[in-house]
Structure formats: structure tokens, C-alpha cells
T-cell receptor, first 112, second 114 residues
Framework: AQSVTQPDIHITVSEGASLELRCNYSYGATPYLFWYVQSPGQGLQLLLKYFSGDTLVQGIKGFEAEFKRSQSSFNLRKPSVHWSDAAEYFCAVGRNNNDMRFGAGTRLTVKP | DTEVTQTPKHLVMGMTNKKSLKCEQHMGHRAMYWYKQKAKKPPELMFVYSYEKLSINESVPSRFSPECPNSSLLNLHLHALQPEDSALYLC?????????????FGPGTRLTVL
């Protein structure tokens, strides 16, 4: 069965500091992996996705993620966090849009 | 235009009411989705329409009734809901339903059932 684990419920970082959000997955086949962001009162926005190829994926808003098959991980990173990055971040796994499973989410707070 | 619009933004209804949520997109997408998101939880897929036909129903109770009148419009009809149905209801669309093309989400309708 497919599942996604985001170990950190809530993370606080200072503005300008680097960020890493963790995501571990369990999937029977080669997974397709996604990171979404949800600002308060908003829908989800796709940050980046991984299907195959280069394991370091670049996304929007300066985010990147690295797929590590040996660790079953797909961690999201950003070198310098901005106050506007405060939001809920969801990792998701699935072979297609009908099959998407989301992690529980990580809430990011950015300190001035 | 990559916008998915949802109306209303907020809805409060009693358990005996009948109401509808509306979702619209003008991106020419042929797949549309309803998700339910409880507070502090991830979204859960409810329904998928592909080419205006219901292709996925994730064992959703019949008090939720989806409708896709045309390729741009998706409705969710609500009847005899329970307080535990209170949640944020998200609509999304994508080019096709069977692939992994990007889903575009609307801002959601926050539903409160009294």
C-alpha cells in the first residue's frame, strides 16, 4: 500500500535561514512524488514533482527537492526562507491524479 | 488563466438543508476533482470526473452528489449532511484524469454543518 509520512508537524525557521522539510514514502512501484503548498485559506499549489531522471528537482519559488530511492525520501529544501513562505506543505505520492495520497502536512512558521 | 474558482467561499447549513457547491475552470481541462479536507489534515479525494463522466467515487456517502454539467463546471450537491461533514471542500482540475499533469486547485469552500 502506498503511504506518505511527513515526520515534522510544525517547523519554525528564521527568515533568511535554510529550510528542509522531510518526506518519506512507501510505494510498491517507482513512485511519482509531489510537493504542494497551501497558504491559509487557499487551495493547494504545486511546487514541484518528480517522475524520473535527475533526482534533484527544481520547482517554483526557489524550492528544490531530492529523490533518494535508498532512503525512500523526497525532502524539500530552500536555501533562504522568506516570510511569505509561511504555509502548510504537503508531500504526495501517486502514479496518477486519481491515485494521489497526501502526507499529513508540515506547517512552516517563519520568524522575522 | 490558470484559475479555478469556487463558490461560495463559506457555507453554513443545517442538517436538513439542501445546498450546492460550485466549481468552474476555463483552462480547457477535461478532468475535475472534489477533495475534502478536515482541519489540520491532508486533502482526501472524493470524486473524479473525466470528460464529464464520473470515473472515481471514493466510497463517498450518497448525501454528497456530484454533477458535471459541462467540461468547465463541477457541482457538489449536499443533502442531509452531518456535523462531521464540516470541512474545506476543494475543487481541482487537470488536463487529463489518468495522467500526472498538474492539478490546479481552487481556494475551497469552507462548509459548516450545524
Amino acid at each position: 500500500a502506498q503511504s506518505v509520512t511527513q515526520p515534522d508537524i510544525h517547523i519554525t525557521v528564521s527568515e533568511g535561514a535554510s529550510l528542509e522539510l522531510r518526506c518519506n514514502y512507501s510505494y510498491g512501484a517507482t513512485p511519482y512524488l509531489f510537493w504542494y503548498v497551501q497558504s491559509p485559506g487557499q487551495g493547494l499549489q504545486l511546487l514541484l514533482k518528480y517522475f524520473s531522471g535527475d533526482t534533484l528537482v527544481q520547482g517554483i519559488k526557489g524550492f528544490e527537492a531530492e529523490f533518494k530511492r535508498s532512503q525512500s525520501s523526497f525532502n524539500l529544501r530552500k536555501p533562504s526562507v522568506h516570510w511569505s513562505d509561511a504555509a502548510e506543505y504537503f508531500c504526495a505520492v501517486g502514479r496518477n491524479n486519481n491515485d494521489m495520497r497526501f502526507g499529513a502536512g508540515t506547517r512552516l512558521t517563519v520568524k522575522p | 488563466d490558470t484559475e479555478v474558482t469556487q463558490t461560495p467561499k463559506h457555507l453554513v447549513m443545517g442538517m436538513t438543508n439542501k445546498k450546492s457547491l460550485k466549481c468552474e475552470q476555463h483552462m480547457g481541462h477535461r478532468a475535475m476533482y472534489w477533495y475534502k479536507q478536515k482541519a489540520k489534515k491532508p486533502p482526501e479525494l472524493m470524486f473524479v470526473y473525466s470528460y464529464e463522466k464520473l470515473s472515481i467515487n471514493e466510497s463517498v456517502p450518497s448525501r454528497f452528489s456530484p454533477e458535471c454539467p459541462n467540461s468547465s463546471l463541477l457541482n457538489l450537491h449536499l443533502h442531509a449532511l452531518q456535523p462531521e461533514d464540516s470541512a474545506l471542500y476543494l475543487c481541482a482540475s487537470s488536463q487529463e484524469g489518468t495522467g500526472t499533469d498538474t492539478q490546479y486547485f481552487g481556494p475551497g469552500t469552507r462548509l459548516t454543518v450545524l
